[in-house]
């Protein structure tokens, strides 16, 4: 029988594909998610699960010790960018107070794993180079990305310290869902590129804007690293194994070192929809940087990461599949 992996936020987007992916290894999987973003029916079977704050220092300790907690899985967090400038002390008590409450809560408990979702805020605008390798000095311009550096910071220290050895997960621009239809972004509201234009190709929404087609991109639109969340739950059953082996600590990218405009998402949702998306011109949107891709060498020599989802069609396709099945599920 293999030993419990306590996965926080796994009744989220990401979380729940985390989880999905553990459980197809047959990994005991103990769900910790308060549910403020979260929905319960996203929680996969044959994963236990708890509604509890993972900053609830008391509460995680006596999980720890009840189930025999071998490792944590750490994504629960608030994660939007202009919501962390508008609110940023939401964002370091959700994400930087209640990630030090939960290291320290491990290593009393002698829980000497930890994986850590961090994301490519962290970089900043990456300047002078489009192409963002983990040797890029962090300059993290929202709270959100600082308040997930600190997170990175703490680990490192806790690390020096104790017996304690950590992966940090930078991802990219995550989207897709899981190939199966067990599971997809849950928000109808979202505001990511890939899900607007399937929600908008599913008939949920009527149109949809492009912001910003005068960067200096070779079609004016920005450029992202777009990764199918199967991957991306990939990467933590195969950083779980990492650390299960002994291997030391270690900071990676999470992303496929491709890039694609938002003209190229746009053209691969109307190609796999057959819909002829309604798209209107709009004005930049503040904060957004011409181009962001990564470098995908060190997750894949060192984790042994193979991508299995990524052309962008497929990712695109798997995200229109769960938006159609949602749209047709209030219809
Ligand atoms: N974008 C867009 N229309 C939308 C949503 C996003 O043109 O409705 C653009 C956005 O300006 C950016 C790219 O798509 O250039 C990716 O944005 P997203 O919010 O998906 O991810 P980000 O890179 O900001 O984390």
Redesign the pocket.
Known sequence: MRPTILVTGGAGYIGSHVTLALRDQDWPVLVVDNLESGQVDLVPDGAEFVNADCGDADRMRALFAKHQVHAVIHLAASTL?PESVADPMKYYLNNTVNTASLIESCIRSNVGMFIYSSTAAVYGTAEGSACVSEEEPPRPLTPYGKSKLMGEEMLADAASAYPFRYIVLRYF?VAGADPAGRSGQPNPDA????S?ACQTAAGARAS?????TDYDTPDG??V?DYVHVSDVADAHTAALEHLMRGAESGVFNCGYGLGHS?LDVIAAARLVSGADICVREASR?PG?VPE?VCSAQRIQDKLGWSPKHDQLSTIVRTAYEWESRQRDGKM
């Open positions: 960018v621009n505001t990511h590129l890939i607007v949809m804007e492009i912001y910003g639109t920005c992202r938002v949107r957004d962001l």
